[in-house]
C-alpha cells in the first residue's frame, strides 16, 4: 500500500546553515532492537512508532504513538522528553518541530491515493490537504459539513480513517466497511448521521494501514489535518481557517 516501508524508522534531520533536510539510512537490526528494548525497559507503556538516530551526538529519538518524543542516550543512559533546540543567528530553532513536519510530508508522499475519499474542487485545486477522520468524532462531523465550502475555496481535501478507539473498535468496523464499500463517500455521508449498514470487510481494506499511518504522524486526536509541508493541524477548522492556514486567500 505504501510505497516505503523503511519510511517508518528513516532518520530526518536538518543540517548546513540553510537547514537542508536530509534523509538518512534506517536503523539496522540488531541496533534497533537493542535501543528498543532499553526504552521498554524504563517504561513498557511507551507505545513506540519509531527509532532514530538524532542530530544530537550520542542521542536517538524515539517517537511515540500520541506525538511524544523521547530523546535517548545508550552510552550513558540519560534521556529527556520534549522538543530539542538550536540556536541560529535569528534564535532558537525548534529541531523536533521541523523534523516531525519533514518525516509527515515524506509520509504523505508514500500514500496511494486510491486509498483515500476524495472531495476535490470543481475548478482550480489551490491546496491539498489529508484529514485523518474518526465517523463517530464530533469535530469530524462538523468538519465534514466544511467540505463543500473548501472545495469552493480550491481545497481538495483527502479522508484517512482513524478510528481513535483502535482496530478492535466499533468505529474501526464502521470505517472499513465504509472503506470497502462500493460507493464509499454514500457510507461517510451515511455515518456521519449515524445511518449504519451491516459490518462488511474486504480484503485490500487500508483502514488498518491509515491507523498505523496517523500513529506514526504523531496524531492525538481527529481531526488531523495534514498539510502538503508536512504541518498537523489538530482539531476542528472552517472553510475559511483552514484557506488562512494554507495562505491562499
Not at 543512559?77 to 534564535?91: R, V
Amino acid at each position: 500500500m505504501y510505497q516505503a516501508v523503511q519510511a517508518v524508522f528513516v532518520l530526518i534531520f536538518l543540517s548546513g546553515p540553510a537547514m537542508s533536510q536530509q534523509l538518512n539510512p534506517v536503523l539496522q537490526e540488531p541496533e534497533l532492537s537493542l535501543i528498543k528494548a532499553k526504552l521498554n525497559k524504563i517504561d513498557e507503556n511507551w507505545q513506540i512508532a519509531s527509532i532514530e538516530k538524532s542530530p544530537l551526538t550520542g542521542f536517538y529519538r524515539a517517537n511515540m504513538n500520541g506525538g511524544k518524543v523521547i530523546y535517548y542516550s545508550d552510552s550513558t543512559g540519560y534521556f529527556f522528553e520534549g522538543d530539542l533546540y538550536k540556536s541560529s543567528a535569528t534564535g532558537a530553532v525548534n529541531i523536533t518541530d521541523i523534523t516531525a513536519r519533514a518525516r509527515r510530508k515524506m509520509l504523505i508522499s508514500t500514500i496511494d491515493l486510491s486509498t483515500a475519499i476524495v472531495y476535490s474542487p470543481q475548478g482550480q485545486v489551490k491546496a491539498v490537504v489529508y484529514a485523518f477522520m474518526d465517523v463517530d468524532c464530533g469535530a469530524c462531523r462538523n468538519l465534514h459539513k466544511q467540505t463543500e465550502a473548501m472545495n469552493e475555496l480550491g481545497i481538495e481535501i483527502r479522508y484517512l480513517a482513524y478510528p481513535r478507539a483502535g482496530l478492535n473498535s466499533d468505529t474501526y468496523h464502521k470505517m472499513t466497511t465504509a472503506w470497502c464499500a462500493e460507493n464509499r463517500k454514500q457510507r461517510i455521508e451515511d455515518l456521519m448521521i449515524n445511518i449504519r449498514s451491516p459490518y462488511q470487510s474486504c480484503k485490500n481494506s487500508p483502514v488498518g494501514e491509515h491507523f498505523k499511518l496517523g500513529q506514526l504522524m504523531g496524531l492525538i486526536g481527529t481531526p488531523g489535518i495534514v498539510l502538503m509541508d508536512g504541518t498537523l493541524l489538530h482539531g476542528y477548522r472552517t472553510a475559511n481557517q483552514l484557506a488562512q492556514a494554507l495562505a491562499i486567500f
